[in-house]
């Protein structure tokens, strides 16, 4: 986290990429905002116990493939045609 603070705060200003004392305060705000994400993140556990139990190992996918499909047309500006289309 001390590393993000220097980076944004410290560093980036050293080489120009804040110009402004705006931009800096934004930048000041967004590294707190990010921390504090991080804290909260860190906070968290997963218990992943339930990726061993039975129940969960027994499960079946029951998938199937999508067939690709042609996206869009080759040109864009080419007029939509009813055959096309339907």
């Given at each position: 986290?001390?590393?993000?603070?220097?980076?944004?705060?410290?560093?980036?200003?050293?080489?120009?990429?804040?110009?402004?004392?705006?931009?800096?305060?934004?930048?000041i705000a967004k590294t707190e905002e990010f921390i504090d994400h991080t804290e909260t993140l860190q906070r968290l556990s997963i218990d992943t116990a339930v990726l061993d139990d039975p129940?969960?190992?027994?499960?079946?996918?029951?998938?199937?493939?999508?067939?690709?499909?042609?996206i869009g047309k080759p040109n864009l500006f080419d007029p939509v045609s009813a055959a096309e289309g339907m």
């Open positions: 986290m001390a590393g993000a603070v220097y980076y944004f705060a410290v560093y980036l200003p050293a080489q120009g990429a804040v110009t402004s004392g705006v931009m800096q305060q934004e930048l129940n969960f190992t027994s499960l079946v996918s029951y998938s199937s493939d999508v067939p690709e499909q042609p």
